[in-house]
């Protein structure tokens, strides 16, 4: 089964920035969908961004406009654009991937996202 490994992680202040990536251990073939979901002490995981393999994404009401999500193809790899970030944005940030007609995901281990005021 294919792993994710997630990069990228760590401390930024308000109104900063930060970039997630998470890349495949082989190459992906196919249309699948990536994305990213996030999860705060105490609050159910809850979906970030995705995008598609035809580029085509969609995101958040709390993010969008903040985060961008992108995806390298030939790597098999989704990033994570994340500015004007805030504090409520700090959270664990976990990277997916499934094919686009099953609801099965492969997660990745998370990667910790801290936002000081």
């Known amino acids: 089964q294919v792993q994710l490994m997630e990069s990228g992680g760590g401390l930024a202040q308000a109104g900063g920035s930060l970039r997630l990536s998470c890349a495949t251990s082989?190459?992906?073939?196919?249309?699948?969908?990536m994305g990213w979901y996030r999860q705060a002490p105490g609050n159910q995981r809850e979906k970030v961004a995705s995008?598609?393999?035809?580029?085509?994404?969609d995101y958040a009401d709390s993010v969008e406009g903040r985060f961008t999500i992108t995806r390298d193809n030939a790597k098999s790899t989704v990033y994570l654009q994340m500015d004007s970030l805030k504090p409520e944005d700090t959270a664990v940030y976990y990277c997916?991937?499934?094919?686009?007609?099953?609801?099965?995901?492969?997660w990745g281990q998370g990667t910790q996202v801290t936002v000081s005021s």
């Open positions: 997916y991937i499934r094919e686009w007609n099953r609801a099965t995901k492969v």
């Open positions: 995008i598609t393999s035809g580029g085509i994404s």
């Open positions: 082989e190459r992906i073939f196919g249309s699948t969908i």
